[in-house]
């Protein structure tokens, strides 16, 4: 077995183990009710997608990092022999479920001296350069190796050496075990399934996870895509945010042009999650009552006339959406790295569903977007928003503006915007935020939202906004906040008076509007160089936001979290 040097001394391990510096998200206890209300089959079926979930896990902490899965042996065996060091390194590990991760602070935590976190994380090889990797792509499509390149860019494959070149291999088949040993369960699950179309999912999920097959994976995406009333939750989440290897490929001119003269797509890389939970009835009937006004929200659109988007306004939108009881979220959905998902928005644009005719499913994610402590939240209140709009701020306008953003992820422009590169999900975050604002007002007029509820969403949004510190530019999510921050500033959406934001209410959808109709042209144009300095342009950490930074930073030391899953390990042991 490998050896490991262990990054963190006893002293900073100490400070991010312990409660101030740690939080926890905890999911379903093994006495939830939600739990034990399910039927005897039900929880059959719970117990083998608990266990299918974790060997994801598994798969993904290798496309991660090389080095996880020998680095958690290596810890295991220190812990056994009483190395304090080592097993508070693993809290760290587990809770960011690899090596290598980013805190809330933005700050690189390398858990193991001199292994950091790539570009091209697992799935590209460790010594690869940029430079090397498009020599190599344009050496290659140039002896006409055509169906090779697509093998290496496309978002299912692990990339390895071969000789002077590379190969693209199918992660179903380079980790074939796993995902069958993965499969066995899900089709064990599914002959318990009390819920006849989902039982039928589990089944095209299990087949899909056997052969290495794209239209599979569509036939599985396609109905889980369409479930609405089932008791449980399943998913595998497949998402491309991590990779930052592929996305340099629309920084090359040359390059570009030769895939494009090829009809080569160059997709990140997918990195994988597992999501288990159970279906909240009362919390998705709440979340079902904006389904009707989204053909209209899609007809309002900036430039609607001038691309395709998922939602058709003249025809049912094939939108499904979930309010979940979470059992175990494993793999990439649930590795704390700076915050933890709140929801999601699946399939993403680039795959191969939607062109079947799928559509797209929400999945709001209930035990993480409970707030543990209103005590601190008040603290933070008092430091940093003006004291005549604290009635305005409620943590469940922050839930009301999350569905917003994850139902406009499935407007504006349907393509996928490879050639955005690695501004592409900064971008597309950047739409989501900006859709979810600017239709505020227009929600409050078709009766979705009262008035209050419209300034709650406001004043909330904005408040929330401000981040601790300065993210890293591969931070999609907080890039794009930090955007928004210098360009409401700037336009009068907000000021900051005696060290307070004070929210111009009825300034923000303007804004909000304009913004999105910035970020649509330059998602329809496809301009990397447009999207470049659109993200640079704005992404100006300003001396406001780091004077409210200083203010939460006072209020809240987190610097890591983690999640706890009392319900899912006792699952997994019986």
């Not at 002293?11 to 101030?20: F, I, P």
């Not at 006495?31 to 598994?58: M, N, Q, S």
């Not at 939602?311 to 049912?316: C, E, R, T, V």
Request: hydrophobic share 35%; aromatic share 6%.
């Amino acid at each position: 077995m490998r050896e490991f040097e262990l990054n963190l001394s006893m002293e900073e391990l100490e400070k991010r183990t312990s409660k101030d510096y740690l939080t926890t998200k905890k999911m379903l206890k093994s006495d939830a009710p939600e739990y034990l209300e399910l039927a005897d089959g039900d929880k059959e079926t719970l117990k083998h997608l608990v266990r299918a979930a974790y060997i994801l896990e598994k798969i993904n902490m290798q496309i991660d990092c090389k080095h996880n899965l020998e680095f958690k042996e290596f810890l295991e065996k220190e812990i056994s022999k009483g190395n304090k060091q080592a097993e508070l390194t693993k809290i760290l590990f587990d809770a960011q479920k690899g090596m290598n991760a980013i805190d809330s602070m933005s700050n690189k935590i390398n858990l193991a001296k001199d292994i950091k976190e790539l570009p091209g994380k697992g799935v590209y090889p460790e010594d690869l350069s940029k430079e090397e990797f498009h020599n190599i792509l344009t050496k290659m499509i140039n002896e006409g190796k055509i169906e090779e390149v697509k093998k290496i860019l496309t978002q299912r494959s692990i990339v390895e050496r071969c000789g002077d070149e590379l190969i693209g291999i199918d992660y179903i088949d380079k980790f074939k075990d796993d995902f069958s040993r993965m499969a066995d369960e899900i089709d064990k699950a599914s002959e318990t399934s009390t819920n006849a179309d989902f039982t039928e999912y589990l089944k095209l999920q299990a087949k899909a996870l056997r052969t290495a097959d794209p239209m599979l994976d569509a036939y599985a995406d396609k109905k889980w895509a369409a479930l609405q009333d089932t008791p449980l939750e399943f998913t595998i989440t497949r998402e491309n945010y991590e990779d930052e290897m592929t996305g340099t490929i629309a920084e090359n001119k040359d390059l570009s042009e030769l895939l494009e003269t090829h009809g080569i797509k160059a997709i990140p890389k997918d990195f994988l999650g597992g999501r288990v939970g159970i279906v909240n009835k009362k919390g998705t009937e709440a979340l079902m009552a904006i389904k009707k006004y989204l053909p209209t929200l899609a007809q309002n659109m900036p430039y609607a006339d001038e691309y395709e988007q998922n939602i058709n306004p003249n025809s049912d939108a094939k939108q499904t959406m979930v309010d979940v009881d979470l059992v175990a979220v494993t793999g990439d959905v649930g590795a704390y790295r700076g915050g933890i998902t709140l929801a999601e928005n699946l399939p993403n644009d680039d795959k191969l569903s939607l062109t079947i005719g799928g559509g797209r499913r929400n999945v709001y994610h209930r035990q993480i977007r409970f707030i543990s402590d209103m005590k601190k939240l008040q603290e933070r209140l008092d430091e940093i928003l003006d004291k005549e709009q604290h009635k305005y701020y409620l943590d469940e306008a922050d839930h009301w503006f999350t569905i917003g953003h994850e139902n406009a992820h499935s407007l504006g422009p349907k393509k996928a915007c490879e050639t955005l590169g690695k501004y592409r999900n900064i971008i597309e975050e950047n739409k989501a935020d900006m859709g979810s604002l600017a239709f505020v007002d227009l929600l409050t007029e078709l009766g979705m939202y009262t008035d209050e509820q419209r300034n709650q969403i406001i004043v909330t949004t904005i408040t929330d906004n401000f981040l601790k510190s300065k993210p890293t530019m591969s931070q999609a999510h907080r890039v794009r906040t930090v955007m928004q921050n210098k360009y409401f500033a700037e336009r009068g959406a907000y000021d900051i008076i005696d060290g307070k934001i004070h929210v111009n209410i009825d300034k923000v959808v303007p804004i909000a509007k304009e913004m999105l109709a910035e970020i649509i042209r330059i998602q329809i144009e496809g301009s990397f160089d447009k999207a470049e300095k659109y993200v640079l342009d704005n992404f100006v950490w300003t001396d406001n936001m780091e004077l409210i930074a200083q203010k939460l930073q006072k209020v809240s030391k987190t610097l890591n979290g983690r999640t706890e899953s009392e319900l899912a390990e006792k699952l997994l042991n019986d």
